[in-house]
């Protein structure tokens, strides 16, 4: 149901546009997330985003240097991550709940869907 694209390899400093695209009907059904997990660490949430587009909120490992947004018209969540650092190599997910974002934070089990992971490399 959601597929997760745009990750690849990029160098320290640079800057990624993660998509989420949902094969449903309607993706403003759902609040959308973005979590990623490095090797061998746990799944970290990242930001997520209203139904509407009009809440969000952002991990302070992302904040003031990611943008999260949504075209409910063409079923997709973009997440904008800029001044990538090699601590931030992982698979990035996302994920789709009922709940808000807040819940989606906290209770990452509230999602209803989960993406495939799109892997992102930043090299020093």
């Known amino acids: 149901q959601l597929q997760a694209s745009g990750g690849g390899l990029v160098q320290a400093g640079g800057s990624l546009r993660l998509s989420c695209a949902y094969s449903g009907r309607r993706l403003s059904t759902y609040t959308v997330g973005w979590f990623r997990q490095a090797p061998g660490k746990e799944r970290e949430f990242l930001s997520a985003i209203s139904r509407s587009g009009t809440g969000e909120n952002y991990a302070d490992s992302v904040k003031g240097r990611s943008t999260i947004s949504r075209d409910n018209a063409k079923n997709t969540v973009s997440l904008q991550i800029g001044s990538l650092e090699p601590e931030d190599t992982a698979t990035y997910y996302c994920?789709?709940?009922?709940?808000?974002?807040?819940?989606?934070?906290?209770?990452?089990?509230?999602?209803?869907?989960w993406g495939q992971g799109t892997l992102v490399t930043v090299s020093s």
């Open positions: 994920a789709a709940t009922y709940a808000s974002p807040s819940v989606l934070k906290e209770s990452p089990q509230s999602a209803e869907y």
